[in-house]
Every structure is written in C-alpha cells, then in structure tokens.
C-alpha cells in the first residue's frame, strides 16, 4: 500500500487464507462436545456465475474432480439472488472431507481467475432439537461467523445461539469482528437439507 492509498483511506483488501477451512474439523469436536451440534454431511460455495464457456468448463472439472471418488454426486443449484451453490455431500458426516472438497472448489475456482465471483463457504452442523448452524466462510475477508436461523421458517435469527458459537470457538476460528458483516444465508441449500 502506497502513501496516498493510506492518506485517503484507501486499503489493500484481506487476501483470503483459504486453509483457515482446514481449522473447522476441530471446530466441529467443540461444537459436538459443547453443544451438541453434529454435521449435516454437507458443505456448499456459494460464487457468482458469469456466462461464458470458461466458466461452464472450471464448473465441468470442479464437478468431475469431486465426483470421482465414487460418492454422492456434486449438485450445482441457483438461488433467488442469482448466486450458484456448489453442495458436496458425504456419506457419513465427515467434516474433513467435506472441508477439503470445499478448499478444493474454492481453490480451483480462484486458480481460473474467478476470486471476485466467490461469495462464501459454508459448513452446516445440526443439534437434537433441530437447530441448524452454519459456520460461514467470507472468501473476501478470510473469516468465519455462525448463521443460526430460527424454526419456523420467517427469516429471523437466534442471535443468542450465534454469539454463544462465536464465544465457544473464539482462538480457533478467525471470526469476522464486524457484525454488521454477519449477513444472513436465507436459502441456502444446505441449511434446509
């Protein structure tokens, strides 16, 4: 960053340290210890589609490189904000392999140029009682934050729940400090599954 970058305020943006995902099957042991919250077996990257045969092909090959360990099929699915969802699925609810399947697309993704279209990561988890937690990877800031929906389907949030899972994981996942930043994931594919 130059001078006149720093005198108008001007910042180089967080580059993203995609192998934080790899802290979050340590995290899940926490969750699963403290609170009960087991993974749903799923993980999903949410991107910006562009159209254009490049794009269609990174696509191709993400889909073929995790489909060829024989499991459950990547699904590719488009929600009301136009973003595409890439959900990895696995058998027995294996956070670190679904970890490595979501580092895998995201890394893939950004080696073909497209960074700027990559939204976010996210990694699901479950309590007995039905509450869904999704721990929420920020490609552009490099941090993690807890997205917890209330039953009942009226897009609202159990913030209580959400700053709980921040306090409880606090040193093991870098999280997101502004929490005007904690942007809600209504719809996401993996959350309702």
Known sequence: MGFLDGLLGRRKPVRPNLDALFAVPAAAITLQVSMDFVSTGQGAVAFRSVEGRAMADVEAEITE???ADGGPPVRLTTDSFGYTWLIVSEPEPDVSAIVTDLHAVNSTLTDHGF????????VPFRDPEGITLALVYLYKRGTFYPFVPEAGGDERRDNITELKVRDLLTGELPWEADLSRWFPVWGAPTLSD
């Open 65 to 67: 490189l995790l489909n």
């Open 115 to 122: 960074a700027p279209q990559l939204l976010c990561s996210i």
